[in-house]
């Protein structure tokens, strides 16, 4: 348990610290924060094994257990500590100013819920490690003090999400009452064997735990808080929702219904399917409606990209009720290559938005003239997402959710997504090309301002000028960049590392 203890001890250690330290000192919060991450991404390795247990039933050959470090709660918690980190490195030096010791504190405390997750093996485990990942980030979305567009972010998400819990927590109660227990692996003995009066109930119970999940993980009809949330939460923040708030809703739906619900797989089964190609459908589209606007949020845009990748990653879960639960293992490989390269262009917009704060897709017109290094790599970035060449890990995962879908007998799920895959082309292709066109300069050009100021992470510094690029955002763009070229080089080697020892 050593992962998500010591993200919360030194979400504590920020906490007190913040008390004492002057304000010209605050960067030492960061540190600290990045040094528990750190901390905490290295105590995986122990752990690699992947068959380890704890809080279990009596006899403890019943196999029910609480908390599982095996290989699936392994890879999710890499991916969810590496986003967390790559989230910190962003923020160390971020244009926006916020206060700090409330930032890095909840950063750490939803990082705490978040790996927490993968791990729990019971319902009540799960929704508590899903309120802990997500109450701090209501916050973090509403941290810009004064910020109209925050605090409607702020509440559109929280309003959204306790729906959800109150959903969840309604279909547990009506599990937990037709089965008499909690923990997954009895779950899924006790539901074949349900007394006929209580059939409608532990089936309705399933149908609202997947809803509640569904919310969480952005499937449409339930995404409608994703594109207002990402654009006005401080940057940081939206990259960390994007990948580590998908990770952990994901993580917990796929617990849920291939551990827990086997036994209703013929009820989620097309139920994910139908939610897989309608949420990349309306991703995709929506994402094509921005792009044709360059005045239009380039976050907005990979907001309602977000959601169609979404879409994606449902497809082997889906396909998992009507064939082997190996094809689980394509969703951890899809999420990991997905963490690397939409950290990537969040780490490449961070930096478009010290001189551009509106991150207009215009802005990034004739970016290769100005950063020709941060033009390539978001080039990159943008290629993988769209599955093309050079970005040989985009197109790997691609293949192996279409894989899925089609060994699943999921021919049409195969169709709607090769359909999407070529609707995302356009608008991805067209914001690469946008980056090496000959930039517009007006005589009569202002400069964007931002709609309201606030304090920042850490004590106030002066503005970025001339071409300027800080470490932290340097740092998260290089080695997400050079992440996915690796990968792109191994891609089998992702494939393998999420699905040896699922489950």
């Given at each position: ?7 919360a001890?030194a ?5 007190v ?6 304000r ?17 991404l290295?105590?995986?390795?122990p752990?690699?094994?992947?068959d380890r247990?704890?809080f ?9 257990c609480?908390y ?8 999710i918690?890499?991916?969810?500590l ?13 244009t ?5 010791g ?8 939803s990082a ?5 997750l ?13 309120e802990?990942?997500?109450?701090p ?12 567009r925050?605090s ?10 306790v729906v959800?819990?109150a959903v ?8 937990y009452?037709?089965t ?12 074949d ?15 609202l735990?997947l809803v ?5 993980t952005?499937?449409?009809p ?7 949330t ?10 960390y ?23 209703y797989?013929?009820?989620?089964g ?14 995709n ?6 792009n044709?606007d ?6 907005r845009?990979?907001?309602w990209?977000?959601?169609g ?12 009720a009507?064939?082997?639960d190996?094809h ?7 999420a990991?290559?997905?963490?690397v390269v939409?950290l ?7 930096l478009v ?8 897709l ?6 290769y003239?100005?950063?020709?290094l ?13 599955g ?10 691609k293949v192996t ?15 709607v997504m090769a ?5 995302a ?8 090309a ?5 930039p ?7 400069p ?5 100021r ?5 004590p106030?510094?002066?503005?970025p000028?001339?071409?300027h ?9 290089a ?22 020892g699922?489950?």
């Amino acid at each position: 348990m050593a992962p998500p203890v010591v993200v919360a001890a030194a979400a504590l250690v920020v906490l007190v610290a913040d008390l004492f330290l002057p304000r010209e000192r605050k960067q030492v919060l960061g540190l600290i924060t990045l040094a528990g991450l750190v901390a905490a991404l290295a105590l995986l390795v122990p752990l690699r094994d992947g068959d380890r247990s704890t809080f279990c039933l009596t006899p403890a050959a019943s196999g029910a257990c609480s908390y599982t470090a095996d290989h699936f709660a392994l890879a999710i918690q890499a991916l969810v500590l590496v986003g967390a980190l790559l989230t910190a490195l962003l923020s160390l030096d971020d244009t926006r100013r916020l206060p700090a010791g409330e930032f890095w504190f909840l950063l750490l405390s939803s990082a705490a819920g978040a790996v927490l997750l993968p791990a729990a093996r019971d319902l009540a485990t799960l929704v508590i490690a899903l309120e802990v990942a997500s109450l701090p980030a209501f916050a973090l979305v509403g941290l810009k003090r004064g910020d109209r567009r925050s605090s409607e972010a702020a509440l559109k998400f929280f309003l959204s999400s306790v729906v959800a819990t109150a959903v969840t927590l309604l279909g547990v109660s009506f599990v937990y009452a037709a089965t008499g227990t909690l923990h997954l692996t009895e779950l899924a003995t006790r539901l074949d064997d349900v007394p006929g009066q209580l059939g409608t109930l532990a089936e309705t119970g399933v149908v609202l735990t997947l809803v509640g999940f569904a919310f969480k993980t952005a499937a449409a009809p339930f995404h409608f808080w994703v594109p207002d949330t990402y654009v006005g939460a401080p940057l940081p923040v939206a990259a960390y929702l994007s990948v580590v708030g998908k990770a952990a809703g994901f993580s917990g739906l796929i617990l849920v219904a291939v551990i827990g619900f086997p036994a209703y797989a013929d009820v989620w089964g097309p139920a994910l399917a139908v939610l897989a190609a309608l949420t990349m459908t309306v991703g995709n589209v929506a994402a094509l409606r921005q792009n044709a606007d360059r005045a239009r949020s380039a976050v907005r845009l990979l907001a309602w990209s977000s959601v169609g990748q979404a879409g994606y990653l449902l497809v082997p879960v889906a396909a998992a009720a009507y064939a082997s639960d190996r094809h689980v293992g394509s969703t951890v490989a899809y999420a990991l290559m997905y963490a690397v390269v939409n950290l990537g262009a969040f780490a490449v917009a961070a930096l478009v938005a010290r001189t551009h704060p509106g991150n207009r897709l215009s802005d990034y017109r004739g970016l290769y003239a100005d950063r020709p290094l941060a033009a390539l790599a978001m080039a990159f970035f943008l290629l993988c997402l769209a599955g093309l060449p050079p970005g040989i890990i985009g197109l790997f995962a691609k293949v192996t959710v279409f894989s899925a879908a089609v060994d699943a007998g999921l021919g049409w799920l195969a169709v709607v997504m090769a359909v999407n895959v070529v609707i995302a082309l356009y608008y991805y292709l067209r914001w690469t090309a946008v980056l090496f066109r000959t930039p517009e300069r007006a005589a009569d050009e202002v400069p964007d301002r931002p709609a309201g100021r606030t304090p920042a992470v850490g004590p106030a510094a002066p503005a970025p000028t001339g071409h300027h690029v800080p470490l932290p955002v340097t740092l998260a763009i290089a080695l997400t960049a050079v992440a996915g070229i690796v990968l792109s080089g191994v891609p089998q080697t992702i494939l393998e590392f999420a699905a040896v020892g699922l489950f």
